[in-house]
């Protein structure tokens, strides 16, 4: 089970914006900020997760290659509103919402490139 991860990124202030704005639909907020980095973590973490968030970005220089990250939304309308919050905080675009059957019939993601370049995704699973 992992329990945090973190980037690297080249404007820490951009990211954090963008990183907002892309996770605001995934229930994800800022939980910890150290200046040179921030946490982000569930709105509603339970007992157990680390208070400072599970997904960190640092001020640095971007990993070569750049790592794909897959965050779990709760819905299909999730991983839409995703999509066009990362659009409209300045992501591009790496695969629209949709099906994606070569994983698994019920897989629906959505695909975004962060500023950096990291592949961002958001995915539900369905039933």
């Known amino acids: 089970m992992i329990d945090h991860t973190g980037i690297n990124v080249s404007n820490l202030l951009k990211s954090k914006d963008f990183y907002s704005a892309l996770l605001l639909p995934l229930r994800y907020e ?3 900020s150290l200046g040179t980095a921030f946490g982000f973590g569930a709105k509603n ?3 157990g997760d680390d208070p400072g968030g599970d ?5 640095g220089i971007p990993h070569s290659p750049r ?8 819905s299909m309308a999730e991983v839409d509103q995703f999509y066009h919050a990362a659009m409209a905080a300045g992501g591009v675009s ?3 919402p949709g ?3 070569h994983y698994h019939p019920n897989y629906y993601a959505a695909f975004v490139l962060d500023p950096d370049g990291y592949n961002i995704e958001a995915v539900y699973h369905g039933k």
Request: charged share 20%.
């Open 67 to 74: 790592n794909h990250i897959a965050f779990r939304a709760a």
């Open 45 to 47: 973490a339970l007992e």
């Open 30 to 32: 800022i939980r910890l």
């Open 99 to 101: 099906y994606r059957p």
């Open 94 to 96: 790496n695969g629209e």
């Open 55 to 59: 997904f960190w970005i640092s001020q």
